[in-house]
């Protein structure tokens, strides 16, 4: 099986005049240019799930799903690839064919996953993150624009290895040597102007958060029932607001 970190920046000679359904039919043409160095925490014993890795605990999800990277000429890399996202490294995971990709994130616009039926959208935030290190999940995502709007509700998992020990009471007693991970959830809202503030995911802190500026419009969405507040909720705030 070949093993390689693929970048998704592909060079404007390829890109010109290319469309997207070009750049899939000529892909094995054009695939050893996207090729950047040759390594993969992979092996054939674990290219069909993540379980032996951490499974969900670390990434998207247990198995590959479908989705799709766009990098920064607005060129999508979707067909005949399945991707997965590994949130103790920050690093994008695709596979094409018998082979496996570390993508390098470096190129890469956004990109999205699905899984149980619901599309994920992930972006960077120069604003939370300078460095282009992490990805945001953007809560109110806009597919016909393809950007998080104006004012954005973003949502950070980050992962941390916690090594197993050995002398643990309770390992030695299950005879459960396996790793744990810990998983940290945090929500930011960005505004237009380039300033941010952390929020807890509670109905009253996302309003506080967003009164500062948009008091009229949060008190008009809620005056509508919305039953109880979730993600989908406050997608639906984020995107009121920014209409």
């Known amino acids: 099986m070949k093993k390689i970190c693929l970048s998704l920046a592909l060079t404007v000679s390829v890109l010109t005049g290319m469309s997207q ?23 054939k014993a674990i290219l069909n799930d993540f379980m032996g890795v951490g499974g969900a605990d670390r990434f998207m999800s247990n198995q590959w799903v479908s989705g799709g ?14 991707f997965n996202y590994d949130f103790l490294g920050q690093e994008l995971h695709a596979k094409w064919r018998d082979t496996t990709i570390v993508v390098n994130t470096n190129y890469v616009k956004h990109f999205f996953l699905m899984e149980n039926i619901k599309t994920h959208h992930y972006v ?10 992490f990805f945001y999940e953007s809560i109110a ?28 009471y309770l390992a030695n007693f299950n005879g459960d ?3 744990k991970y810990d998983n940290k959830i945090e929500y930011f809202i960005v505004f237009p102007d380039n300033t941010s503030t952390k929020v807890k995911f509670s109905k009253s802190s996302i309003s506080d958060a967003l009164s500062a500026k948009y008091k009229d419009k949060v008190t008009s969405f809620f005056k509508q029932p919305t039953g109880s507040f979730n993600e989908d ?3 639906a705030l984020i995107r009121y607001i920014n209409q």
């Open 124 to 133: 960077k935030s120069p604003a939370l993150d300078p460095q282009g290190k």
């Open 177 to 179: 040597y396996t790793d």
């Open 69 to 82: 990277a766009t990098n920064y000429n607005n060129v999508t890399i979707s067909q005949n690839y399945l």
């Open 233 to 235: 909720v406050a997608a």
């Open 21 to 43: 359904a070009a750049l899939y039919g000529t892909l094995d043409d054009v695939y050893t240019n996207f090729m950047v160095q040759s390594h993969s925490q992979f092996t």
């Open 141 to 168: 995502y806009d597919d016909a624009t393809m950007d998080s709007g104006k004012v954005q509700l973003l949502r950070l998992r980050t992962v941390k290895q916690l090594r197993a020990n050995k002398n643990d």
